[in-house]
């Protein structure tokens, strides 16, 4: 599978717990996007990196959260101290760089924050 | 400020029939509006996309149809099969000297297609 891969599926937490999620984008894209998806809303952009460049974040993107790209090939996002309104799916989508408006998503994560 | 709106919330269509689902959008610097797919635990799948300079872009059963002046453009299905039921989104970006094409969507239509 050459898609957009994500780790874990599905976490469950206890408020105030860090968690971090894996993303590893398709192999040749440079460019690596999150996004958080509630329920019933559409995808909202997080941050993006450009190779190991982290380029914009979001306003979305409190203090708490943190992202990393070390390699320009897989990226983490962290969440410290977690709170029930982080319960949401964490998606990450990647492109080439001279195509970033053909974004490919992968599954999510969903986190539960208890 | 929601810079796409979409409608409708959710939509229920007969097996074979026409499913429209409709989007429009503010920010006039937007130049690029794909449509994506979503089933229940998936990822949001690219299905089709047009640029502004075109009024019609047709793939297969899915056509995109884009209103300029109006700011609209909207997603037709045609022949809708069950397997299409999904959750669908319009979304827009700008891609304008390679900056961040972050994609801004809507809020998205529910779609059913009964037998």
């Known amino acids: 599978d050459t898609g957009v891969s994500q780790n874990p599926r599905h976490k469950i937490t206890k408020r105030g717990q860090n968690v971090t999620f894996r993303c590893d984008p398709i192999?040749?894209?440079?460019?690596l996007y999150w996004y958080r998806q509630t329920l019933g809303q559409g995808p909202e952009f997080l941050t993006y990196?450009?190779?190991?460049?982290?380029?914009?974040k979001s306003r979305l993107l409190s203090d708490r959260f943190s992202a990393e790209r070390p390699k320009g090939s897989f990226s983490t996002l962290e969440i410290q101290r977690t709170e029930q309104g982080d319960s949401a799916m964490y998606l990450c989508a990647s492109s080439l760089w001279e195509r970033a408006d053909t974004q490919y998503f992968g599954p999510g994560t969903r986190l539960t924050v208890l | 400020q929601q810079q796409v709106k979409q409608s409708p919330q959710s939509l229920i269509v007969q097996k074979g029939g026409i499913s429209i689902i409709n989007c429009a959008y503010e920010n006039t610097a937007f130049d690029y509006f794909p449509w994506y797919q979503q089933f229940p635990g998936k990822g949001p799948a690219l299905l089709i996309a047009i640029r502004p300079d075109v009024s019609e872009k047709k793939e297969g059963r899915f056509t995109i149809s884009f209103n300029k002046s109006a700011k609209q453009f909207s997603l037709h299905i045609m022949d809708s099969q069950p397997g299409d039921s999904a959750t669908y989104f319009c979304a827009a970006t700008s891609n304008t000297n390679f900056g961040n094409e972050k994609l801004t969507f809507g809020t998205g239509t529910r779609l059913t297609i009964i037998p």
């Open positions: 990196f450009q190779n190991e460049a982290q380029l914009e």
């Open positions: 192999s040749e894209h440079n460019r």
